[in-house]
Structure formats: C-alpha cells, structure tokens
C-alpha cells in the first residue's frame, strides 16, 4: 500500500509546476479569437501554458492586470476584469439577469467555473455561486 501511495504522489508532484510561457500564437484558435474580440493583443503580458495531470489549461494576462483562463479546447474558463465590468457578452444572459434582479446596484468584475458550477464575482466583492444549470445556489463575502 505504501508503494502505491509513494507511486501517486510522485506522479502527481511529476505533473506539477509545468508552466510554460508560450506566444499568443500557441493558443488555440478559439481563445484567440475571443481575445481579440474584447482586448488589444499589443497589451499582453504573458501567455502561460499549464501542462495538468487531465489536459492543458491556458492563462493570458494583461498589463493593466486583466486576465483570461482556458481549457484545453479554447473555451473561456474564467475572465477576471479586476475593478472593471466583464463585458455582457462573457457572461449567460441568464446569470446576468438573476444578478441584475438581485444585486441592483452591482456589477459582474470575475466570471469562471468552480468545483460545483461556475461563480460571480461582484464589484462589492459578493461572490454569487451558480449550479452546473446556471442556477443561483450560494454567495460567499
């Protein structure tokens, strides 16, 4: 038993810490476009690689501290605009309208998946966390 868990925990410690800065070209296509659709390239810091045990996960940071996560596939992962609205487009219309409904006076700065489903971060700092369905189940201060 000993050797299994001496086995796994070296496979995974092997898995870990395989970031890699690559070039916004190494991207795939999906993320790219989405990128270019609602940031300027020219303002790119990095463009990171992280190589996981069950696929690879992409992150692209801005200058001004905006960042861009994706799964392996190109599909947005999580959008964090810091003090800014993430633009609507980013974000279900539905989870947009429970938001709106619920937390007039706020606005969306971070959306992205989690272990359960996905979460909202507002710019009051409320985190609003969604089911799998998109449905509202939980807020965090």
Do not use: H
Request: charged share 30%; aromatic share 12%; with cysteine.
């Amino acid at each position: 038993m000993f050797a299994v868990t001496a086995f796994v925990c070296c496979a995974l410690s092997a898995c870990a810490d395989n970031d890699k800065i690559i070039t916004f070209e190494q991207l795939p296509a999906a993320a790219q476009e989405l990128v270019q659709q609602y940031q300027d390239v020219a303002n790119i810091a990095y463009v990171k690689l992280d190589s996981e045990l069950f696929g690879d996960k992409y992150e692209v940071r801005f200058n001004d501290g905006k960042e861009f996560d994706f799964e392996e596939d190109g599909t947005l992962r999580k959008v964090d605009y810091k003090l800014e609205a993430v633009p609507e487009a980013l974000v279900p219309e539905v989870v947009r309208q429970q938001i709106s409904a619920s937390f007039p006076q706020t606005f969306i700065v971070e959306w992205g998946k989690d272990d359960w489903g996905w979460k909202a971060e507002l710019n009051n700092k409320l985190e609003i966390k969604f089911n799998r369905k998109l449905e509202m189940r939980g807020l965090d201060d």
